[in-house]
């Protein structure tokens, strides 16, 4: 019987347990090839439009995402919190919020606005994984649709990657086009506090703490097979290649 399948194992800490899923941070998806030559400037001007366009088809579907987890929790405290994620991407009269930020993103790439919410250039591959994280936010326990949210653990370090470093590789690229990361570095420390406690007061076995790290998985997978499909399409990448 595997560790995974040894349910008289005895739960780890929250301290262990937060260690386990930070470990994950391994294998995400700053980690691809695509990604690391996009950190290392070695992409050019088309291909960072396309990564946009076809990203910002994930960050429409985020608030959607957020709303099905909103529908299937009874518990009122969740929801109170929960929902400021869905108006720090829809925004509210006078604060865009994060759909358009990403959208003037593209603009400062030199991305017609009309070609990024047309959806015309989104891959079938991103498509089909971005639906399926959506369905599981729908279709599961809304514990586990918080888990897999905890991607946002690793998201700081590749938003302060690209406010440090992309003004050096892509000069084109125009100040204002920042916004959406320089708001995700004070946005996603507070949204992963409150998916960690939800996380830790859910996954109190060792049995569950397990799932939760395959469900954290399956998140680090669709975001890495979204990139899957844009390095195949864009450039000539080993896709293959064995993440750190």
């Not at 507070?190 to 703490?209: C, H, I, M, W």
């Not at 097979?225 to 195949?232: H, R, T």
């Amino acid at each position: 019987m595997t560790a995974q399948q040894d349910t008289n194992l005895p739960a780890w800490t929250r301290e262990e347990f937060e260690a386990q899923l930070r470990g994950k941070g391994t294998r995400y998806h700053i980690h691809h090839p695509f990604h690391v030559m996009m950190n290392e400037g070695k992409l050019s001007q088309w291909q960072i439009q396309r990564w946009v366009a076809n990203r910002y088809y994930y960050q429409i579907m985020i608030p959607i995402k957020d709303a099905a987890i909103m529908a299937n929790c009874p518990e009122r405290d969740v929801r109170r919190h929960w929902i400021q994620r869905i108006i720090d991407h829809d925004g509210t009269q006078g604060n865009e919020g994060g759909i358009e930020a990403w959208v003037r993103l593209g603009e400062a790439c030199g991305l017609p606005r009309e070609q990024i919410v047309s959806l015309e250039h989104v891959l079938p591959g991103v498509r089909f994984a971005v639906d399926a994280y959506v369905n599981f936010a729908r279709q599961r326990p809304w514990q586990e649709a918080v888990c897999a949210s905890l991607t946002e653990l690793f998201a700081p370090t590749i938003h302060r990657s690209r406010i440090d470093l992309w003004p050096q590789h892509y000069p084109w690229l125009q100040s204002e086009g920042y916004e959406y990361f320089r708001k995700r570095l004070f946005e996603a420390p507070r949204d992963v506090e409150n998916g960690l406690k939800v996380t830790f007061d859910y996954f109190n076995t060792r049995a569950l703490q397990e799932r939760a790290l395959d469900i954290l998985q399956l998140k680090i997978d669709i975001l890495w097979s979204m990139v899957d499909a844009m390095a195949m399409a864009y450039c000539k990448v080993d896709i293959h290649a064995e993440a750190p």
